[in-house]
């Protein structure tokens, strides 16, 4: 995150044209699938005394964690968000019935309800993705409809300065654990035992 | 027992008709609802369960506590109470169906596939599914 640049969104905006999210401009109906939130809101646990100013007043990126343990999946009755054989956690929106359980489970605010027709507050309608009805629950999905074509994901693509970096966690040789022994990393609440697989260096 | 539901003073009938306003306006309102979306409702990102969960929760243990009436009578053989058992089950059976009306106003989308999902028992270990599976179970038994 010390690569990240303050006041750059050009991964928030990627991400947000590929997947046609909304913009509302109103907090209360906000949906957001990548977002900037201060260190102390993303790592309530870890903001300790005396942090360097540097790590306590940079707004830090915050996105689904797609758990290894997911309790969004747990508790969903329909079994619209599920978890994919790569470890995806994953959307099918015409399953979601709206009851927002999920969003209740998750611990890192990820989820996002439409409260409202998002169709007109998309800016421009990007074909490749499905546009969402009113009612139905969405989140980052580590671009899967992306994975599947090998290219990477909108916002690690998109990034100027290199802030991240996506691979398979499950593979000893890929860049992501080569990245992971070499520097000291951090999790959101990794005490609630979802293993989130985010994993920030600060 | 119904019969008696359909005679009564004048007051009795005005306290109908005010029920029967009260349930056209949550029809109507709920219209706004579907062609809006629950955002209607002024839930949002920071709180996304509101009063209809509230309700639902109260009324099951409106539900519970009506059934509850019968025991004196039955296991404890308590006479007295005979009179009250029949109101409570009727008490039971409409509190236990209003439950159920906050649950599907309370889901974001409309239709039949709400309900039957729920009770797919590959999904049983939902606690939203456990619910509206014990409250079908409920509703049928009281």
Redesign the interface.
């Known amino acids: 995150m010390k690569k990240c640049v303050d006041g750059c969104v050009k991964c928030i905006d990627a991400c947000n044209d590929k997947h046609n999210v909304p913009d509302f401009d109103n907090?209360?109906?906000?949906i957001k699938w990548i977002w900037k939130s201060d260190y102390a809101k993303v790592f309530p646990s870890k903001n300790q005394q005396f942090l360097a100013k540097e790590t306590r007043d940079k707004p830090f990126l915050s996105l689904c964690n797609h758990c290894a343990d997911p309790p969004c999946v747990?508790?969903?009755?329909?079994?619209a968000t599920f978890q994919m054989d790569d470890g995806i956690v994953e959307m099918d929106f015409h399953?979601?019935?709206?009851?927002?359980?999920c969003?209740?489970a998750c611990p890192y605010?990820s989820r996002?309800?439409?409260?409202?027709?998002p169709r007109p507050a998309i800016k421009n309608i990007t074909p490749e993705y499905p546009t969402r009805?009113?009612?139905?629950?969405e989140k980052c999905n580590f671009c899967s409809e992306r994975l599947a074509k090998e290219q990477q994901p909108a916002c690690v693509e998109t990034c100027p300065e290199k802030v991240l970096t996506f691979g398979n966690l499950y593979d000893k040789e890929s860049e992501i654990r080569q990245i992971l022994s070499e520097n000291t990393t951090i999790q959101r609440k990794p005490e609630l035992g979802a293993n989130p697989s985010v994993f920030y260096i600060t | 027992m119904i019969e008696k539901a359909f005679e009564g003073e004048k007051g009795y009938w005005g306290w109908i008709a005010l029920l029967l306003a009260v349930i056209a306006l949550g029809i109507y309102s709920y219209s706004k609802q579907l062609s809006y979306g629950l955002g209607v409702t002024g839930m949002g990102r920071d709180i996304s369960w509101g009063v209809y969960v509230a309700q639902f929760t109260f009324l099951v243990g409106v539900a519970a506590s009506a059934v509850m009436v019968v025991l004196p009578y039955y296991l404890h053989d308590y006479k007295e109470f005979g009179k009250i058992v029949i109101i409570g089950e009727f008490l039971a059976v409409s509190a236990a169906v209003i439950c159920l009306l906050f649950i599907l106003a309370d889901m974001g989308t409309s239709g039949p596939g709400i309900l039957c999902p729920s009770l797919s028992p590959s999904k049983i270990n939902s606690i939203l599914g456990c619910s509206g599976t014990e409250w079908l179970f409920a509703a049928k038994y009281c």
């Open positions: 907090p209360k109906d906000e747990k508790v969903c009755p329909t079994g399953r979601c019935i709206g009851c927002r359980f969003m209740a605010g996002s309800f439409n409260w409202r027709d009805e009113s009612g139905v629950v």
